[in-house]
């Protein structure tokens, strides 16, 4: 995709404190998709837990690298912004790692 678009560059957020963020996520999913009844929402949050830790991200991460390599991409690693909408946190990404690269 990165070819297609002709990107400059690919830009990965680096995922420090992902288990809380992730914990904090699915309960908040849970409540809101289950409100008032704390034990369906533990079996929710359960069933939600197993099928997002089903992949590896460090193993798509090196799948990536790995490819924007053969193109000659970089690939810079960047912290991720704690915002709700995907396309906003992508933004961010973008901008954080651009302004990161106009620092000397």
Do not use: F
Request: net charge positive.
């Amino acid at each position: 995709m990165a070819i297609a678009y002709q990107a400059g560059s690919i830009v990965l957020p680096a995922l420090t404190n992902i288990r809380e963020i992730v914990e904090s996520e699915i309960k908040v999913r849970a409540e809101a998709k289950i409100p008032g009844c704390i034990e369906a929402q533990k079996q929710y949050a359960k069933e939600y837990r197993m099928s997002i830790h089903r992949w590896s991200h460090a193993r798509l991460k090196d799948s990536i690298q790995s490819q924007a390599a053969q193109h000659n991409i970089p690939v810079e690693i960047v912290k991720q912004p704690i915002l709700l909408q995907p396309v906003s946190i992508a933004a961010e990404m973008a901008k954080i790692a651009y302004e990161q690269r106009c620092v000397p």
